[in-house]
């Protein structure tokens, strides 16, 4: 079993960037597929990126491709998210998951969840 702790949410204006971070519990962290996944008021959660265990395949989204960036520490128990490019669109509450079952852009895939943290993009 793993916890996830997101961390670095917080208000950006348009064309800003924010870097969150999720970190995990357990010395298992690098046999976990790991994604990003957000939901904004009155929607369903919707994938945004993931990573492989080994850190060598990534997925996007295609709303966010070319301005967010997945990357992770295994020595750290610790994936990223990078956010460029900041859109009020992006405004939605991200969640970092984790999963055994290989990588995946499914959200019924990932076994474990964070508990969110907030991002506003406005000016």
């Given at each position: 079993?793993?916890?996830?702790?997101?961390?670095g949410?917080?208000?950006?204006?348009?064309?800003?960037?924010?870097?969150?971070?999720?970190?995990?519990?357990?010395?298992?962290?690098?046999?976990?597929?790991?994604?990003?996944?957000?939901?904004?008021?009155?929607?369903?959660?919707?994938?945004?990126?993931?990573?492989?265990?080994?850190?060598?395949?990534?997925?996007?989204?295609?709303?966010?491709?070319?301005?967010?960036?997945?990357?992770?520490d295994?020595?750290?128990?610790?994936?990223?998210?990078?956010?460029?490019?900041?859109?009020?669109?992006?405004?939605?509450?991200?969640?970092?998951?984790?999963?055994l079952?290989?990588?995946?852009?499914?959200?019924?895939?990932?076994?474990?969840?964070?508990?969110?943290?907030?991002?506003?993009?406005?000016?």
């Open positions: 079993q793993v916890q996830l702790v997101e961390s949410g917080g208000l950006a204006q348009p064309g800003g960037s924010l870097r969150l971070s999720c970190a995990a519990s357990g010395r298992t962290f690098g046999n976990y597929a790991m994604g990003w996944f957000r939901q904004a008021p009155g929607k369903e959660r919707e994938f945004v990126a993931a990573i492989s265990g080994g850190g060598r395949t990534t997925y996007y989204a295609n709303s966010v491709k070319g301005r967010f960036t997945i990357s992770r295994n020595a750290k128990s610790t994936v990223y998210l990078q956010m460029n490019s900041l859109k009020p669109e992006d405004t939605a509450v991200y969640y970092c998951a984790a999963t079952r290989g990588l995946s852009y499914h959200v019924n895939e990932y076994e474990y969840w964070g508990q969110g943290t907030q991002v506003t993009v406005s000016s």
